[in-house]
Nanobody, 121 residues
Framework: QVQLVESGGGLVQAGGSLRLSCAAS????????MCWYRQAPGKQRDLVAA???????NYADSVKGRFTIGRDNAKNTVYLQMSSLKPEDTAVYYC???????????????WGKGTLVTVSS
């Protein structure tokens, strides 16, 4: 059983910063990819940032230069440092991991339950 638990969401004023964390636990052998997605009310869930085990990153155009994804491999934790926040960044932020568990023959995709980020103007 794998769990992804996000933390760090909250209310922040426009221009402020927040740091989200996502810790993966369970019978994990390896994690190939960790991502952050977000879903605003009435909208689809979109990719915000991705980080491979090799260190490659990918960001949505809307957050480039403002958000930074990082990872602590020893703790199976991924972070999202968000700066210069805008009201349009308001959403539930979800952690996603593509990983291999003990006894599995292929990687599987897992999701956290999400953490709410609200940016006031």
């Amino acid at each position: 059983q794998v769990q992804l638990v996000e933390s760090g969401g909250g209310l922040v004023q426009a221009g402020g910063s927040l740091r989200l964390s996502c810790a993966a636990s369970g019978s994990i052998v390896s994690i190939d990819l960790m991502c952050w997605y977000r879903q605003a009310p009435g909208k689809q869930r979109d990719l915000v940032a991705a980080l491979t085990s090799g260190g490659s990153t990918n960001y949505a155009d809307s957050v480039k230069g403002r958000f930074t994804i990082g990872r602590d491999n020893a703790k199976n934790t991924v972070y999202l440092q968000m700066s210069s926040l805008k009201p349009e960044d308001t959403a539930v932020y979800y952690c996603n991991a593509n990983l291999l568990t003990i006894g599995a023959y292929r990687n599987m995709n897992y999701w956290g339950k999400g953490t709410l980020v609200t940016v006031s103007s």
